[in-house]
């Protein structure tokens, strides 16, 4: 069974930080390259950041500098570590492999991520 728990997310002001985590089952975890995506109201989902299994990652043109990607493998655990928060990062954050699987499953609750001006 296929597990995505998502959290870490919350209000923030501008110009502050938050760590967003995400659990997965260890079936999909370690082999897998992941990745954090974001939904805002009205907007198509997108992929802010990946990471594979060893390691190297991507980021989105507009995250680049202000978040990081990690891994704990021993965990099963992925994290988004944001910094220089800014209104428009407001949405919710969700994890899954990268690229993605569209199956309800892969997808978790998300963690609502808020940013005030």
């Known amino acids: 069974q296929v597990q995505l728990v998502e959290s870490g997310g919350g209000l923030v002001q501008a110009g502050g930080s938050l760590r967003l985590s995400c659990a997965a089952s260890?079936?999909?975890?370690?082999?897998?390259?992941m990745g954090w995506y974001r939904q805002a109201p009205g907007k198509q989902r997108e992929l802010v950041a990946s990471?594979?299994?060893?390691?190297?990652?991507n980021y989105a043109e507009s995250v680049k500098g202000r978040f990081i990607i990690s891994r704990d493998n021993a965990k099963n655990t992925v994290y988004l570590q944001m910094n220089s928060l800014k209104p428009e990062d407001t949405a919710t954050y969700y994890c899954?492999?990268?690229?993605?699987?569209?199956?309800?499953?892969?997808w978790g609750q998300g963690t609502q991520v808020t940013v005030s001006s």
């Open positions: 899954n492999l990268f690229p993605p699987v569209y199956e309800d499953d892969y």
């Open positions: 260890g079936s999909i975890f370690r082999i897998n390259a």
């Open positions: 990471i594979t299994d060893d390691g190297s990652t």
